[in-house]
């Protein structure tokens, strides 16, 4: 009895101190400042207008003088039925660079013409953005309160999780944090106000939905803008206000700069649609408007709207800093969003109050530079987004994450330094290059996930206030063995007959907007650096203040046999002119320094090969989604690579000690010889003749072929087409999941088809619970192969019939075995030849064709990684997996090579296909020629003896004490200091109180006091009745004894 009553009380006294913790008042809108709290979530789509296209000139002309230059060239071409479209907006008065024209005919004739005409610099497809914004709760309070521990995979655990230990035997303990009612007060925003850098006489542009007119938060709204046509200014949708209220909110949930001048661009209409023409005006008016910091909380993975990258561009140049939003598509890698993607702009990720990575902040690298070069590091910077409390349309506070949360807070924090520095110092790199510098970098977390790491507000400010125009480099070493930082780098040693590893630097310039570099060279450490050859590459031009530098890293054959660390480092000089307007140049040598690991050159039968040379996806066309359920996203934008949506199945890979290696280049640049197997995963693109007959070759001397294809059918794609009542367009998809006709000629020599049906369906295979996604089957296959079958349902038959699925993701329809594996000796029969020597084992290769290759993408739901390794060990050493050989079909039934009915997937008609391929010829007569293989000229070596000085390759930036810069002691924990601004007109908060002075004690909050004071008299009492009855006991004994 008396056990139960001290657990109840050790209960109670638990939950109260947990409802106490942090605060002595509850707050009216967020109750704990985490009940309550939203993710923001996005649904993005881009379309092109087919019937109205951006001309881009080269300069800014009167609206008169466009006019003229599009009807003298449309009146050359013999072209009439025209229009300019008028753009009604606050930039219509001014000069223009750009025209929307409405071409009735849709004629080539006219869009030649354009293009011809000697003022015209582009002419584009316009572009329509729809976003939808979603408003997700997130998770309620637990058991033990209102706790905040990071994203939903690190919830505060239950009372009981105190005292089980977790499976393993090892109990981790953190020190849960409650989340913060000021995020300026974590950042330490209110030591600057202190100082009195409050963000006065900076501009800030919020393009988003808009702002209230009389919202009590605000103070200083210089101007708003409508650029929809909706004649409204206000916010529907709330987005846009708390935007603002992050950045300059002066009142309860405070803001960064409250005395910074705000400039609201109302750029999405109440149905959240937006067109690329409304930013370019908007943009331009921006310029004009002299602004300091324009956020963008907003952004999608169109990095090919040519206009709209354009413009970002000349932004930068006229010293507009641009802080936009990384995207929320993660934890998916290769999910980053543009503009954030961007070498000029600052793009900002999202951290919990944990300082944990959020799981929805997407990831690096950029995917520019795919299949020949390799993605730049991105974000630049990370900070919180997660519960984060900001302004409410209805003029209270709410607590929302995501990305577009972590922006403002990275924008309020620049214009807040803007306001405290000189004046010199506020350049796109010198505020980037501050930024990165000081940020602290985060344990565990990779630089495609935190970037530079989590902003230091205080140590940026002291990097400014002593600023230098000066050039960087980002990241500011490349070490290949540093993990978890350097991902996927350090995952992988380098040796000799590799594919290149390529890393991509950027180069940030803050010694002007416009500059180049001059020399680069190698500067290998004595006595192994030599083994290590190093190539170049870079940026003609350094502008808008920075540029790109490619380097590839390949071991000479010295080092075949070599396992050990090299090291040395490259010499990066850029000339630049001067920023004060005189006609004198500035220069800069960057040391880069460099380490790798090298190892002796793995067997043939551990190297595998991925072909991302034959990998098309979205900005370049329509490309579907590998997975036709996948209506919300069905755009393919994730690039298909190692590092990216394929990053799980690579880490499994590794983990059994597979060596993978990226073909950039067609087939007939490698040397096969080296491998064991060639993963040909999801291909878009078609193959060069040469490539097929290389293959055919190399199949014969060893080499193997793992396949995992995708759907395609004809009339599928003419089905999924769907037409855009705003952009009056049909949208046809250039190809299937997968070009399966392309994978039907290279296999064909093997007499190996696959099908143009499309299945889905769930089922086991050797144990393992499998979900086939919109896959496709194997039409013909030789009968000494090896098939397996599965029961799934015709999922093309669904879509173009209209059936609904049914329970559980799969249709009610009925089931066929369908064969979607299949395993094939190229030479002879297929047997097992485990027991076997090596004489005896066949010379050719082997081949394995699945399918499907949803299942091999992270984030599946039912990861088929198992097969692959299965897989893997047919084709590399011959021996059939008992749970292969378990699952296959009977012999009688591999005799019928059309094992269902179906045909074989023809081209579809009327794609565009050859205007993407880096095959087709862009006229449609067939394949191009096969281009020369590139050959990367290594860098001459220079060898030094370097003092062990110069082999730190990390150099990092001292956080900064903000004692040294107050003079008083740091403020720690998560409430504010007192309010030491008072800026002028500053709103008063509610109640008079200043918003930063403590809350008076309301009824609720004495209540709660009264009731822990109870709870701990209880604990108290109940605990000295227990001792005192085991002292009578004792004395008790004691005497009957």
């Known amino acids: 009895m008396g056990g139960s009553k001290m657990k109840q009380c050790i209960f109670l006294g638990f939950v109260v101190v947990s409802l106490c913790t942090g605060e002595g008042t509850i707050d009216e809108n967020t109750s704990c400042n985490a009940t309550g709290s939203s993710r923001v979530d996005y649904e993005y789509s881009s379309q092109v207008v087919g019937s109205e296209h951006i001309i881009t000139f080269k300069g800014y002309f009167p609206r008169s003088t466009r006019e003229n230059y599009v009807s003298a060239a449309l009146r050359n071409a013999g072209v009439f039925n025209w229009t300019i479209t ?47 914004i979603k408003y997700v709760q997130e998770e309620e309070c637990g058991p033990a309160g209102c706790l905040y521990a990071g994203w939903r995979s690190h919830r505060a655990r239950a009372l009981r999780s105190l005292r089980l230990p977790r499976e393993n035997g090892f109990t981790s303990r953190k020190l849960l944090r409650t989340v913060p009612r000021q995020i300026t007060s974590v950042l330490k925003a209110d030591l600057l106000w202190s100082l009195g850098v409050t963000g006065e006489g900076i501009k800030v542009a919020v393009f988003d939905t808009g702002l209230a007119r009389h919202h ?72 004009m408007r002299k602004i300091d910091v324009l956020n963008l909380s907003i952004g999608g993975p169109d990095f090919m709207d040519h206009p709209f990258v354009d413009k970002v561009w000349e932004l930068s140049a006229n010293k507009v800093i641009m802080v936009s939003a990384i995207g929320n598509d993660g934890p998916l890698y290769g999910t980053l969003n543009n503009p954030a993607d961007q070498m000029d702009v600052i793009g ?7 300082d944990r990575i959020a799981k929805f902040s997407s990831r690096g690298m950029t995917t520019w530079e795919l299949p020949h070069g390799y993605g730049r590091m991105k974000p630049d910077i990370v900070t919180y987004g997660s519960g984060v409390r900001g302004s409410s349309v209805s003029g209270g506070c709410r607590s929302l994450s995501g990305t577009s949360v972590a922006s403002p807070v990275v924008a309020g924090a620049i214009a807040l330094l803007a306001s405290g520095v000189p004046r010199q110092s506020l350049t796109p790199a010198a505020v980037k290059q501050a930024l990165c510098i000081t940020a602290r970098r985060l344990p565990g977390a990779n630089m495609f996930e935190q970037g530079h790491g989590k902003l230091d507000l205080i140590s940026a400010y002291q990097f400014l206030r002593e600023y230098e125009p000066q050039a960087s480099l980002s990241p500011p070493y490349i070490d290949l063995t540093e993990c978890q930082y350097m991902w996927p780098y350090c995952t992988q040693p380098l040796y000799y007959s590799a594919q290149p590893t390529i890393a991509n630097v950027t180069v940030i310039n803050g010694l002007g907007v416009s500059g180049h570099v001059t020399e680069v060279s190698w500067h290998p450490h004595l006595p192994h650096g ?60 960057l040391m880069l320094p460099i380490r790798a690991r090298i190892i002796p050159v793995p067997v043939r039968s551990r190297r595998l090969l991925w072909d991302q040379y034959h990998s098309l996806r979205y900005p370049g066309g329509y490309f579907p989604r590998d997975d036709l359920r996948a209506k919300h996203d069905p755009l393919d934008w994730h690039a298909d690579h190692l590092h990216t949506n394929f990053r799980d199945m690579y880490r499994r890979l590794r983990d059994h000690g597979f060596y993978l290696e990226v073909m ?10 080296l491998y064991g197997a060639l993963l040909l995963v999801d291909p878009e693109d078609e193959y060069f003749p040469e490539e097929m007959a290389a293959l055919k070759k190399s199949v014969d001397a060893g080499l193997s072929l793992v396949v995992f294809a995708d759907w395609y059918n004809a009339s599928l794609l003419r089905h ?152 893997l060990q047919y084709a590399l050493a011959a021996h059939l997996p008992a749970a292969l050989r378990d699952a296959a079909a009977p012999r009688a039934r591999q005799r019928d090579v059309h094992i269902i009915p179906s045909d074989l997937p023809k081209r579809a008609s009327g794609g565009r296909l050859h205007a993407y391929s880096r095959v087709l010829a862009p006229d449609e007569s067939g394949p191009r020629p096969a281009p020369e293989c590139p050959r990367r000229e290594p860098l001459p070596a220079r060898a030094v003896h370097a003092p062990p000085a110069a082999r730190t390759l990390a150099p990092r930036h001292p956080p900064t004490d903000p004692r040294t810069i107050v003079g008083g002691s740091e403020t720690e924990g998560t409430e504010p200091a007192a309010r030491a601004w008072r ?42 009745k227990r001792c005192g009855r085991k002292l009578r006991r004792r004395r008790l004994m004691s005497l009957a004894t």
């Open 664 to 673: 950039g280049t067609p087939l007939t640049c490698v040397d096969t010889s």
């Open 348 to 354: 900002v990720g999202g951290i919990g109050f944990d």
């Open 530 to 589: 030599p083994l290590l050859s190093v190539a170049a590459d870079y940026s003609a031009i350094l502008w808008p203040w920075s540029g790109w530098l490619a380097l590839s890293f390949s071991v000479l054959e010295g080092g075949s046999a070599f396992d050990g660390i090299v090291e040395g480092h490259l010499n990066v000089t850029i000339e630049s002119h001067d920023e004060t307007g005189e006609s004198a140049m500035r220069n800069a040598t």
């Open 720 to 871: 999924v087409k769907f037409y855009d009542e705003n952009t009056r367009q049909w949208w046809i998809p250039e190809t299937g999941g997968a070009n399966v006709p392309a994978l039907n000629d290279l296999l064909s020599m093997y007499q190996v088809a696959l099908g143009d049906r499309v299945f889905e369906g769930s089922f086991k295979l050797g144990g393992h619970p499998m979900y086939y996604a919109s896959g496709t089957h194997i039409h013909s296959f030789p009968e000494h192969g090896v098939l397996v079958t599965a029961p799934l349902t015709d999922q093309g038959q669904q879509i173009m019939s209209g059936d609904k699925p049914g329970e559980g993701g799969t249709a009610s329809a009925r089931t066929v075995d369908v064969p979607i594996l299949g395993l094939l000796q190229t030479d002879g029969a297929t047997k097992d030849y485990t027991n076997h020597t090596v004489d005896n084992m066949p010379k050719a290769g082997r081949l394995v064709v699945y399918g499907d290759s949803s299942c091999l993408e992270g984030g599946a739901a039912r990861s088929c990684h198992w097969l692959l390794l299965a897989g």
């Open 86 to 132: 008028q753009r009604n907006n606050p930039a219509k008065e001014y000069p223009s660079d750009f025209d929307v024209i409405l071409l009735e005919e849709g004629d080539r004739r006219a869009l030649d013409a354009l293009r011809d005409h000697p003022a015209v610099r582009r002419v584009t497809a316009q572009r329509q953005v729809q976003r939808t």
């Open 216 to 287: 009590p938060h605000f103070g200083r709204v210089r101007e708003r803008t409508d650029w929809t046509g909706e004649n409204t200014l206000d916010d529907a949708l709330g987005h846009g206000t708390f935007v603002a209220g992050v950045i300059a909110s002066r009142a309860d949930c405070l803001g960064f700069a409250p005395d910074a001048d705000l400039h609201i661009f109302r750029v999405f209409t109440d149905n959240q649609v937006s067109y690329t023409s409304w930013f370019l005006d908007a943009f331009n008016y921006a310029i």
């Open 983 to 1024: 800026g002028a007109g500053a709103a008063a908060a509610r109640g008079g109180s200043a918003p930063g002075a403590p809350a008076a004690p309301t009824l609720a909050s004495r209540a709660l006091t009264l009731l822990a004071v109870a709870a701990l008299v209880y604990c108290l009492t109940a605990a000295w």
